[in-house]
């Protein structure tokens, strides 16, 4: 059997099953992470069920055109929910963790513009004043106390 007439033979069921094959790919392997593919095994897949009822022509120059204006059609539609589902929700600061709460005696001065830092559990954190003490001057021997925790950084406060 000839592969170019099986596909012509058969061009609605090929059809579909390439648009699931994209849409395995973008699901499985890549998580969502591009709309290209998205659109794409979409609209190849209502491609392969327009051909399949007759309303577009078994051709494969039909498929390709009917894959190709539905994904830029598809693509158009979902950029903007796609781009808001993207942005989910942000915290300030990281509410997880065991470190926050502990206390500190400040070694040296700081003020919004002049962090201290602070060796603790061998690592040595950069210690910044949190977003309502911004205009605090805190001198050295002051006890601050952890709010939040990023990547070698404490955000602070007065302990007070």
């Given at each position: 059997m000839d592969v170019v007439s099986y596909l012509q033979d058969n061009l609605a069921e090929v059809t579909?099953?390439?648009?699931?094959?994209?849409?395995?790919?973008?699901i499985w392997v890549l998580g969502l992470s591009t709309i290209v593919l998205l659109a794409l095994g979409l609209s190849t897949i209502t491609t392969g069920v327009l051909v399949w009822v007759g309303i577009l022509p078994a051709t494969i120059v039909?498929?390709?055109?009917?894959?190709?204006?539905?994904?830029?059609?598809?693509?158009?539609?979902?950029?903007g929910?796609?781009?808001?589902?993207q942005?989910?929700?942000?915290?300030?600061?990281?509410?997880?963790?065991?470190?926050?709460?502990?206390?500190?005696?400040?070694?040296?001065?700081?003020?919004?513009?002049?962090?201290a830092t602070v060796k603790y559990s061998g690592v040595s954190?950069?210690?910044?004043l949190g977003p309502a003490f911004k205009d605090a001057q805190l001198e050295a021997g002051d006890?601050?106390?952890?709010i939040a925790v990023?990547?070698?950084?404490?955000?602070v406060e007065p302990a007070n």
């Open positions: 579909i099953i390439i648009g699931l094959i994209f849409l395995i790919v973008e039909g498929v390709i055109s009917g894959s190709g204006i539905g994904a830029g059609v598809l693509t158009a539609a979902l950029w929910p796609m781009k808001r589902m942005k989910g929700e942000s915290r300030e600061f990281n509410v997880h963790s065991d470190l926050i709460g502990l206390v500190f005696e400040l070694e040296s001065p700081m003020d919004a513009h002049t962090p954190w950069q210690l910044v006890s601050v106390k952890v990023d990547v070698g950084k404490f955000t």
